[in-house]
T-cell receptor
């Protein structure tokens, strides 16, 4: 069975602070990893994804994530957050050849101006 | 405009009644999904379908049923057997190409179901 853990449930930061949201997964085979974001009142949308190659992937709005296979982690980072980054962030795992994705429980980020 | 539509946005039902949530996509995607989103629990997979006339149970399928008679449509029925149906329901789709990188999911706006 596969699983995704997001240990930070609610994060509050001031504008310009650096951000790192943790994501750990459990699965022994090849994985594809995603970060999705849900801005208030908007659809869930893709932030970035890792399939293969360079373990440091860049997404929209200055976000990046690093896949560390030995740590089963895919942490999301941003050097300087803005008020508009206030949203809920979900890490997700897609494994094997099946179109089944497992989501983490989400992290609510609140950025204070 | 390509995308996923879900209707209605808000739905109220009396306990014991079945209710069907609509999901339509015009993205020509093969795979479609239903998730339930509850506070603090993230998204949990109810059912998914990789092709017309075929669907698989997800992690929390009990009390739900689906059909996939058309590629564009994947309605979800919340039956009276679902013990805690009040939740936010999200529909998603993705291109089902196992050899490509096009399997990100595209989400609809969701339906908030309240059972009174």
């Amino acid at each position: 069975a596969q699983s995704v853990s997001q240990h930070n449930h609610h994060v509050i930061l001031s504008e310009a602070a650096s951000l790192e949201l943790g994501c750990n997964y459990s699965y022994g085979g090849t994985v594809n990893l995603f970060w999705y974001v849900q801005y208030p009142g908007q659809h869930l949308q893709l932030l970035l994804k890792y399939f293969s190659g360079d373990p440091l992937v860049k997404g929209i709005k200055g976000f990046e994530a690093e896949f560390i296979k030995s740590k089963f982690s895919f942490n999301l980072r941003k050097p300087s957050v803005q008020w508009s980054d206030t949203a809920e962030y979900f890490c997700a795992l897609h494994s094997g050849g099946y179109q089944k994705v497992t989501f983490g429980t989400g992290t609510k980020l609140q950025v204070i101006p | 405009d390509g995308g996923i539509t879900q209707s209605p946005k808000y739905l109220f039902r009396k306990e014991g009644q079945n209710v069907t949530l609509s999901c339509e996509q015009n993205l020509n995607h093969d795979a479609m999904y239903w998730y339930r989103q509850d506070p603090g629990q993230g998204l949990r997979l109810i059912y998914y379908s990789q092709i017309v006339n075929d669907f698989q149970k997800g992690d929390i399928a009990e009390g739900y049923s689906v059909s996939r008679e058309k590629k564009e449509s994947f309605p979800l029925t919340v039956t009276s057997a679902q013990k805690n149906p009040t939740a936010f329901y999200l529909c998603a789709s993705s291109i089902d190409r196992l050899s490509s990188s096009y399997n990100e999911q595209f989400f609809g706006p969701g339906t908030r179901l309240t059972v009174l």
